[in-house]
């Protein structure tokens, strides 16, 4: 059992019940694995960041209708307290941080002004945040969990790592007996870069997996625009190609929840037979390196 609350007329946030918890945990840790078994390393990015670094990104700019930003309370004259579920702009400092809607902006900022190997892979999870014009219990929230596995290095590298865990994200869909459709979608990245833009509609850049018309989990290729962004440069030279694999956890704890007629235990069974029946046949990622 879950809990959904939230402020106004649709709950938009989810607090997950201890058998929903196990199930996104475990996940989590076989989506991390992936990356690990690749040789990845995990890194731990903050829930919030300096607005400062998120605009580096063109965030305010080509996601605005999704930004959250955080401000300190301005603890002048009167009550510091909320009314009618709300602070007034007045009660309320300049918003010096913003809430991310991705997990990957944590490993180019990581990354920052440095030199990293043409193969360099890192997996890290967040809190991300989405001011949607509308919330539908697990299928779409305002604060939810993504875990990424990121690759910064090489053009070749980055497009490697998207095509093994491509595979390995339909095969272990294939094991949940979930099929998901993989469908070309689109990001605003690069819409202030006329040839980038050019380029992402001559060959797009995202694909998303989607049970139904609920997009679970996505792969994404940035060429070398964090590379820039960040200042992020190769050994080999110039600046690093990025691509990212996400995968939105609740998302999957949706779609495997309705998959087993809310029985969350065997919804677990299925994933860990799943994961296992996977790494035993060295499908995608561990398995082409």
């Given at each position: 059992?879950?809990?959904?609350?939230?402020s106004?007329?649709?709950?938009?946030?989810a607090i997950?019940?201890?058998?929903?918890?196990?199930?996104?945990r475990?996940?989590d840790?076989?989506?991390a694995?992936w990356?690990?078994?690749?040789g990845a390393?995990?890194?731990?990015?903050?829930?919030?960041?300096?607005?400062t670094d998120?605009?580096k990104?063109?965030?305010?700019?080509?996601f605005p209708h999704l930004?959250?930003?955080?401000?300190s309370?301005?603890?002048?004259?009167g009550?510091a307290?909320p009314?009618d579920?709300r602070?007034?702009?007045?009660?309320?400092?300049?918003?010096?941080?913003?809430?991310?809607?991705?997990?990957c902006?944590g490993a180019y900022?990581?990354?920052?002004?440095g030199?990293v190997p043409?193969?360099?892979?890192?997996t890290?999870?967040n809190?991300?945040?989405?001011?949607?014009?509308h919330?539908?219990?697990l299928?779409?929230?305002a604060?939810f969990q993504?875990?990424?596995?990121v690759?910064?290095g090489?053009?070749?590298?980055?497009q490697?790592?998207?095509?093994?865990?491509t595979e390995?994200?339909?095969?272990?869909?294939?094991?949940?007996?979930i099929?998901?459709?993989?469908?070309a979608?689109t990001d605003p990245f690069?819409q202030n870069?006329?040839a980038?833009?050019l380029l992402a509609k001559?060959?797009?850049?995202?694909?998303?997996?989607q049970?139904?018309d609920?997009a679970?989990?996505s792969v994404?290729?940035h060429?070398n625009?964090?590379g820039e962004?960040?200042?992020?440069?190769?050994a080999?030279?110039?600046?690093?190609?990025?691509?990212?694999?996400?995968?939105g956890?609740e998302?999957?704890?949706h779609v495997?929840s309705?998959?087993h007629?809310?029985?969350?235990d065997?919804a677990?069974d299925a994933?860990?037979?799943?994961?296992?029946?996977?790494?035993a046949a060295?499908?995608g990622?561990g398995?082409?390196?």
């Amino acid at each position: 059992m879950n809990r959904l609350t939230g402020s106004g007329q649709s709950p938009a946030l989810a607090i997950l019940g201890p058998a929903s918890t196990r199930l996104l945990r475990e996940l989590d840790g076989i989506f991390a694995g992936w990356g690990l078994t690749e040789g990845a390393e995990e890194i731990s990015p903050p829930p919030l960041f300096p607005v400062t670094d998120l605009e580096k990104f063109d965030v305010y700019t080509n996601f605005p209708h999704l930004a959250w930003v955080a401000g300190s309370l301005d603890l002048g004259p009167g009550e510091a307290k909320p009314v009618d579920g709300r602070f007034a702009p007045e009660q309320l400092r300049e918003s010096r941080y913003g809430l991310p809607h991705a997990t990957c902006y944590g490993a180019y900022l990581y990354h920052e002004g440095g030199t990293v190997p043409d193969d360099t892979l890192l997996t890290l999870v967040n809190r991300c945040f989405r001011n949607e014009d509308h919330y539908n219990g697990l299928r779409r929230l305002a604060s939810f969990q993504m875990r990424e596995i990121v690759a910064l290095g090489d053009f070749e590298h980055t497009q490697q790592v998207i095509a093994r865990f491509t595979e390995r994200i339909e095969s272990f869909s294939a094991a949940l007996d979930i099929g998901l459709d993989r469908q070309a979608a689109t990001d605003p990245f690069f819409q202030n870069d006329g040839a980038r833009a050019l380029l992402a509609k001559l060959s797009p850049v995202k694909y998303e997996f989607q049970y139904g018309d609920l997009a679970i989990a996505s792969v994404n290729t940035h060429r070398n625009f964090f590379g820039e962004r960040c200042d992020i440069r190769l050994a080999s030279g110039g600046h690093a190609f990025t691509s990212c694999v996400a995968f939105g956890l609740e998302r999957w704890l949706h779609v495997l929840s309705e998959r087993h007629e809310g029985d969350l235990d065997s919804a677990l069974d299925a994933v860990r037979t799943a994961a296992t029946a996977v790494e035993a046949a060295g499908t995608g990622a561990g398995g082409g390196r």
